[in-house]
């Protein structure tokens, strides 16, 4: 049986968009927001976007063959790892501290979780489709979503000051 890679999306985003504007309209709106850039950080936002979109894209020309295989088990594995990620990692960024900072939950073990999220969940969606060049999307995506952390960590900084560099000193950006 075969399936359409698109199908992938759908959970992704029902928890991505719906699940979190189930537990926080202000957690969409604060999710959606990239602050300002700088330098090479802009060039790397628009490769960023364009990448995600050539991800949602290109796997509707993709199909999944549900079988047995350890190829299929393996990248089902991570795909749905990546789904019970992005939603801890949702219902944790939904609920901050008192001062806005998230720094409970899954937010104890990475300073990014969403971010690495998307990529396991987008990594999954790549070994199911056995798509290399799918996986190349995710690759630059998953790259240039460096700049755009860096950009937040300024942000970061400037708003939450030394509470956040402590917390960036205790906990790692990514894993």
Known sequence: MKIN??????????????????????????????????????????????????????LWFLTVKIEGTWLFVAGLVIYLAGLVLCA?????FS????????????????RNPMYVSYFVCFLGCAVLTRSLILYGFVLIFQITSHWIILSEERWCIEKFGEVYRQYMKKVRRYL
């Open 95 to 110: 609920a901050p501290s008192e001062t806005g900072l998230n720094y409970k939950g899954v937010y104890r073990f990475s």
């Open 88 to 92: 801890v990692s949702m219902l944790d």
């Open 5 to 58: 890679g698109f199908l992938l999306l759908i959970p992704f985003l029902l928890i991505r968009f719906g699940f979190l504007s189930i537990l926080s309209k202000g957690a969409v709106k604060r999710a959606a927001y990239f602050p300002p850039m700088n330098g090479s950080e802009v060039p790397a936002y628009w490769i960023y976007q364009i990448s995600n979109a050539a991800i949602f894209i290109y």
